[in-house]
C-alpha cells in the first residue's frame, strides 16, 4: 500500500494584522483619554478610623489649606447634558449677580470640565481669560469667607438653585494645620446656604486592634 505524505504547513503566524490593531487600540486611548488637570492645593487632611467611602459624585466639594485659602468645586457623576446645562447655569447666575462679565465660552467651558473657583470675584474673569495650559502660574488667593464678605454663600446658594430637585452631597476637605477662622467661615457659608449636613473628607487609618471595625474587617478579609 502507498504511503501517503501529509502535506506540511507553516506554524509561523503572520502577526501584521494584530500589531494594526494594537496601533488603533493606542490610538484611540490616546484621542479619547481626558487626563485630569493638576490639582491646585495641596491639602494633608486629618487622620481617622472611618468605615464610610465618600463618592465623590454629584459633590460640592469645599476645600481649604493650611493658610487659610478656601476653593469651591462642582463635581458630576456623568456629563449628561442636564448636568452641563446645569453647571451652565450655576456659573452664568453668578456671572450675572457679581458682574463678573463672563462670556459663553467660558461659561461653557466650566460644565465641561471640573474646574476649582479659588479666587475672589473680582479676579474669577481673570483667571478665566488665562489659557488652560497657563492657569498653574495663576495665583489663587482663596475664596473669601470672613464674616463682612463671605463669597463662598455666593457659591452654594446658586449651586442649590442651579441643582434643585437632584441631590447634592457637601463635601468638606480641610488641612489638618489649616487654623480654625477658615473652617468657621466654612461652616458659616453652609449656614447661610441652610444646609447643615455635609461630610468631611479625611485620610483613613489603621483601625486599632479590638475594636468592633477591627473585628468586622478581619471578618470581610
Same mark, same amino acid.
Given at each position: 500500500?502507498?504511503?501517503?505524505?501529509?502535506?506540511?504547513?507553516?506554524?509561523?503566524?503572520?502577526?501584521?494584522?494584530?500589531?494594526? @490593531?494594537?496601533?488603533?487600540?493606542?490610538?484611540?486611548?490616546?484621542?479619547?483619554?481626558?487626563?485630569?488637570?493638576? +490639582?491646585?492645593?495641596?491639602?494633608?487632611?486629618?487622620?481617622?478610623?472611618?468605615?464610610?467611602?465618600?463618592?465623590?459624585?454629584?459633590? @460640592?466639594?469645599?476645600?481649604?489649606? +493650611?493658610?487659610?485659602? @478656601?476653593?469651591?468645586?462642582?463635581?458630576?457623576?456623568?456629563?449628561?447634558?442636564?448636568?452641563?446645562?446645569?453647571?451652565?447655569?450655576?456659573?452664568?447666575?453668578? +456671572?450675572?449677580?457679581?458682574?463678573?462679565?463672563?462670556?459663553?465660552?467660558?461659561?461653557?467651558?466650566?460644565?465641561?470640565?471640573?474646574?476649582?473657583?479659588?479666587?475672589?470675584?473680582?479676579?474669577?474673569?481673570?483667571?478665566?481669560?488665562?489659557?488652560?495650559?497657563?492657569?498653574?502660574?495663576?495665583?489663587?488667593?482663596?475664596?473669601?469667607?470672613? +464674616?463682612?464678605?463671605?463669597?463662598?454663600?455666593?457659591?452654594?446658594?446658586?449651586?442649590?438653585?442651579?441643582?434643585?430637585?437632584?441631590?447634592?452631597?457637601?463635601?468638606?476637605?480641610?488641612?489638618?494645620?489649616?487654623?480654625?477662622?477658615?473652617?468657621?467661615? @466654612?461652616?458659616?457659608?453652609?449656614?447661610?446656604?441652610?444646609?447643615?449636613?455635609?461630610?468631611?473628607?479625611?485620610?483613613?487609618?489603621?483601625?486599632?486592634?479590638?475594636?468592633?471595625?477591627?473585628?468586622?474587617?478581619?471578618?470581610?478579609?
Amino acid at each position: 500500500m502507498p504511503s501517503v505524505k501529509i502535506p506540511r504547513k507553516s506554524t509561523a503566524t503572520d502577526m501584521t494584522p494584530f500589531v494594526d @490593531v494594537a496601533f488603533l487600540i493606542l490610538a484611540f486611548f490616546m484621542l479619547a483619554t481626558k487626563f485630569k488637570p493638576p +490639582s491646585p492645593i495641596q491639602i494633608t487632611t486629618p487622620k481617622s478610623v472611618s468605615s464610610d467611602k465618600l463618592k465623590q459624585q454629584d459633590a @460640592v466639594v469645599i476645600e481649604f489649606d +493650611s493658610t487659610g485659602r @478656601v476653593f469651591f468645586t462642582l463635581q458630576t457623576e456623568k456629563m449628561q447634558e442636564d448636568d452641563l446645562n446645569r453647571k451652565r447655569q450655576l456659573l452664568a447666575n453668578v +456671572s450675572k449677580d457679581r458682574n463678573l462679565g463672563l462670556s459663553g465660552a467660558q461659561i461653557d467651558e466650566f460644565a465641561k470640565m471640573p474646574i476649582t473657583i479659588g479666587s475672589p470675584f473680582n479676579e474669577v474673569k481673570s483667571f478665566f481669560d488665562v489659557p488652560i495650559d497657563r492657569r498653574g502660574t495663576f495665583a489663587l488667593k482663596g475664596i473669601p469667607v470672613d +464674616s463682612a464678605d463671605n463669597q463662598l454663600t455666593t457659591w452654594i446658594t446658586n449651586a442649590k438653585i442651579a441643582f434643585a430637585g437632584k441631590k447634592l452631597n457637601y463635601m468638606i476637605k480641610g488641612d489638618n494645620n489649616a487654623k480654625y477662622p477658615s473652617f468657621k467661615g @466654612v461652616i458659616e457659608a453652609m449656614r447661610r446656604s441652610d444646609e447643615y449636613k455635609y461630610q468631611l473628607i479625611t485620610d483613613p487609618e489603621g483601625v486599632p486592634p479590638g475594636t468592633a471595625e477591627y473585628t468586622r474587617r478581619q471578618i470581610e478579609n
